[in-house]
Nanobody, 127 residues
Framework: QVQLVESGGGLVQAGGSLRLSCAAS????????MGWYRQAPGKQRTLVAT???????NYADSVKGRFAISRDNAKNTVYLQMNSLKPEDTAVHFC?????????????????????WGKGTLVTVSS
């Protein structure tokens, strides 16, 4: 079992920045690819960004150039630095683990095999 705990969400004005964190615990030795997904009210959950244990990344087109995913393997923590935030970024942001040990960041982004989800952290961007 893996437990994921997100933090760092909040209310920010358009153009502002936030940094989300996701701390993993439990059977973490098996974790390769991790990522962030988000779900706006009334919409489906969608990809934000993914990262492998080796540091390879993949981003949704809507956040390229504004968001950066990173990972501290020693701390078992994944981060999402969000800059130039827009009202359309408002959503609950979820941390996720892909269950395939040899998957790539792109594969997790296109055809995810999520085995663990965090409970999410709310990001609200005001105009």
């Amino acid at each position: 079992q893996v437990q994921l705990v997100e933090s760092g969400g909040g209310l920010v004005q358009a153009g502002g920045s936030l940094r989300l964190s996701c701390a993993a615990s439990g059977s973490i030795f098996s974790i390769n690819a991790m990522g962030w997904y988000r779900q706006a009210p009334g919409k489906q959950r969608t990809l934000v960004a993914t990262i492998t244990s080796g540091g390879t990344t993949n981003y949704a087109d809507s956040v390229k150039g504004r968001f950066a995913i990173s990972r501290d393997n020693a701390k078992n923590t994944v981060y999402l630095q969000m800059n130039s935030l827009k009202p359309e970024d408002t959503a609950v942001h979820f941390c996720a683990v892909d269950g395939r040990p040899h998957t790539t960041a792109q594969a997790m982004g296109s055809v995810p095999h999520i085995t663990y989800w965090g409970k999410g952290t709310l990001v609200t961007v005001s105009s």
